[in-house]
């Protein structure tokens, strides 16, 4: 009986002995379990760390080089198509004379289409025969073309001319900005005034400087081949009627009163 207990007592402590192991085992195993679970956990935050830096990174680069080659998502720039030029009524014709600004009276001797950069442009085709160039301006660009002043409007030039000179106690250099604008817009009146502000007549003790000549001379023959077109005489005629205005060359306009030939008789009277 005793060993029947022994073996049965025996068998019961193996019995705890293997379940105690198996219990030991399980933690053993959950505890490792646990461990590769969190490795993995943590290494998948390391890798949206990474990600969230890598897009940082990518955003700097889109910002600082511009030459990088933009991804899918990215927004592309919008190219914008170059529309064709809008086509105007030609208000001018050929052999009309017009203003340019920068140049003076000009003639229209063509039409033009030129083609530029693939796109059809219309152009006037002007004449310079003071400077003996020709020039090119668009018709969509006309209205800096002016037409020549009318015979009313020239009067009032005349009238310009005639009246006091109004100089500014200003600095030359201002003064001569002043001047320059006035004679590159074109206005008729604004060189009407350009030429009675800076007109010495024919006082030649009054000093010139080179610039202030050289404003004048432009303006002045600007308004003279205007004047000449305009009233449809010679150059001399239209020089005559400016120079009067402004009390030029005046020695020049009277004129020589030719002396006859003494007779006999008139020389007796003179011995008597």
Same mark, same amino acid.
């Given at each position: +009986?005793?060993?029947?207990?022994?073996?049965?007592?025996?068998?019961?402590?193996?019995?705890?002995?293997?379940?105690?192991?198996?219990?030991? %085992?399980?933690?053993?195993?959950?505890?490792?379990?646990?461990?590769?679970? #969190?490795?993995?956990?943590?290494?998948?935050?390391?890798?949206?760390?990474?990600?969230?830096?890598?897009?940082?990174?990518?955003?700097?680069?889109?910002?600082?080089?511009? !030459?990088?080659?933009?991804? $899918?998502?990215?927004?592309?720039?919008?190219?914008?198509?170059?529309?064709?030029?809008?086509?105007?009524?030609?208000?001018?014709?050929?052999? &009309?004379?017009?203003?340019?600004?920068?140049?003076?009276?000009?003639?229209?001797?063509?039409?033009?289409?030129?083609?530029?950069?693939?796109?059809?442009?219309?152009?006037?085709?002007? #004449?310079?025969?003071?400077?003996?160039? *020709?020039? +090119?301006?668009?018709? $969509?660009?006309?209205?800096?073309?002016?037409?020549?002043?009318?015979?009313?409007?020239?009067?009032?030039?005349?009238?310009?001319?005639?009246?006091?000179?109004?100089?500014?106690?200003? +600095?030359?250099?201002?003064?001569?900005?002043?001047?320059?604008?006035?004679?590159?817009?074109?206005?008729?009146?604004?060189?009407?005034?350009?030429?009675? &502000? !800076?007109? #010495?007549? &024919?006082?030649? +003790?009054?000093?010139?400087?080179?610039?202030?000549?050289?404003?004048?001379?432009? %303006?002045?023959?600007?308004?003279?081949?205007?004047?000449?077109?305009?009233?449809?005489? *010679? !150059?001399?005629?239209?020089?005559? #009627?400016? &120079?009067?205005?402004?009390?030029? $060359?005046?020695?020049?306009?009277?004129?020589?009163?030719?002396?006859?030939?003494?007779?006999?008789?008139?020389?007796?009277?003179?011995?008597?």
């Amino acid at each position: +009986m005793k060993n029947i207990l022994k073996k049965i007592l025996s068998k019961k402590k193996t019995k705890k002995a293997v379940k105690k192991r198996a219990k030991a %085992a399980v933690k053993v195993v959950k505890k490792k379990v646990s461990k590769i679970v #969190k490795a993995k956990k943590a290494a998948k935050e390391v890798k949206k760390k990474i990600i969230k830096v890598s897009k940082k990174n990518d955003r700097v680069e889109a910002k600082t080089d511009p !030459l990088r080659i933009p991804k $899918n998502n990215e927004q592309k720039p919008e190219i914008k198509k170059v529309k064709k030029q809008e086509t105007e009524k030609r208000i001018f014709k050929v052999k &009309d004379y017009v203003v340019y600004p920068k140049h003076g009276v000009g003639q229209i001797t063509e039409t033009k289409k030129i083609n530029i950069g693939g796109i059809d442009v219309e152009t006037y085709i002007l #004449k310079f025969e003071k400077d003996k160039a *020709n020039g +090119m301006v668009p018709v $969509n660009k006309q209205s800096h073309l002016r037409p020549l002043a009318t015979i009313n409007q020239i009067n009032k030039c005349v009238s310009i001319l005639k009246s006091k000179p109004k100089i500014k106690r200003s +600095m030359w250099s201002r003064r001569a900005q002043e001047y320059e604008a006035k004679i590159s817009s074109g206005k008729i009146y604004d060189l009407a005034e350009v030429v009675r &502000d !800076l007109n #010495k007549g &024919d006082d030649i +003790m009054i000093d010139q400087s080179y610039s202030e000549r050289q404003l004048f001379e432009k %303006a002045y023959e600007r308004l003279l081949t205007e004047f000449q077109i305009v009233i449809g005489s *010679n !150059l001399e005629d239209a020089q005559k #009627k400016l &120079d009067k205005a402004l009390k030029r $060359n005046l020695e020049k306009q009277v004129p020589k009163v030719e002396q006859k030939p003494l007779t006999e008789e008139d020389n007796q009277e003179i011995e008597e």
